[in-house]
């Protein structure tokens, strides 16, 4: 595996793969990975004849009461398992390479961005679409691969290709889950050995909500039996709502996917899932 830490290097190489004939996959991460991560390089392996995995903490996503100094940095243990699971090139720009002085262009999505977490983080979405956008043009990937626990996110950025005509295609890869059932996240490590066991009720509480509407339920009621649930257990749920798959609409008709966010000590949890 190749580690890059300069744009003309990895233009280098994207240049020799594209001579070669060879089909590019990019898996964005901002590092801390863990077997979710894993399992979108293994996805773009199916994909592709080269992958290329960045990382790269992106303040631009970040408000200012975020946590982006203190978002976890494990960069020799990533590049370990990036080799381990067969990377080809492993692209980690520094802030200055990916905004160079003088930098002032960004990229606004409307649609999907708006609510939920585009009420929540006002701005991050900007900072998604943005680093994104750059990351394809640096890479010039073929397909890029993006998980399926940032839901919201993902139409985000499917919404910006397809806006703007960009030649590649974006895959979503189905969560990858704890044996509990707790998504996966690097940020999952800040909880403590309680608040760990006790944050699997946040996907069971939208099992139960969705089986509920699938048998008959009020789609309303089943949503306020879980938030009720949820709170009194010492949850603080930021939403939890179901929306049409693609627009983030919300919608009270099946199929549709249900969409979470709650925080439950320091951690804020995202979860969904689809419902019918």
């Not at 003309?8 to 990975?33: H, K, N, S, Y």
């Not at 549709?256 to 949890?269: E, T």
Request: with cysteine.
């Amino acid at each position: 595996m190749r580690i890059v830490r300069d744009l003309p290097a990895l233009r280098a190489a994207t240049e020799t793969m594209r001579r070669a004939g060879e089909r590019v996959a990019l898996v964005p991460t901002m590092g801390a990975l863990h077997a979710g991560h894993l399992a979108l390089v293994e996805a773009a392996r199916r994909e592709a004849d080269r992958v290329i995995t960045s990382i790269f903490v992106n303040p631009l996503q970040f408000g200012p009461n975020e946590d982006f100094s203190k978002y976890p940095r494990t960069e020799e243990a990533d590049l370990a398992a990036l080799e381990a699971a067969g990377c080809d090139i492993a692209w980690l720009p520094t802030v200055e390479v990916m905004y160079p002085p003088g930098a002032a262009t960004v990229i606004e999505v409307a649609g999907p961005t708006e609510g939920f977490e585009g009420a929540a983080r006002p701005g991050h979405f900007r900072g998604v679409a943005t680093v994104c956008c750059k990351l394809f043009s640096q890479t010039e990937a073929d397909v890029a691969v993006f998980g399926e626990k940032d839901w919201q996110q993902l139409q985000v950025i499917r919404r910006m290709v397809a806006d703007l005509d960009l030649p590649l295609d974006i895959l979503g890869h189905p969560i990858v889950r704890d044996a509990d059932g707790l998504a996966l996240s690097s940020r999952n490590r800040y909880l403590s050995p309680a608040e760990r066991a006790k944050a699997a009720m946040l996907p069971e509480a939208m099992r139960e909500a969705a089986n509920a509407m699938l048998h008959g339920a009020a789609i309303e009621s089943a949503l306020d039996a879980a938030r009720d649930g949820l709170n009194a257990a010492g949850f603080d749920v930021n939403y939890l709502a179901l929306v049409e798959p693609e627009t983030l609409r919300p919608t009270d008709a099946l199929p549709a996917r249900m969409i979470a966010a709650a925080k439950l000590g320091p951690v804020r949890l995202l979860d969904n899932m689809p419902v019918g």
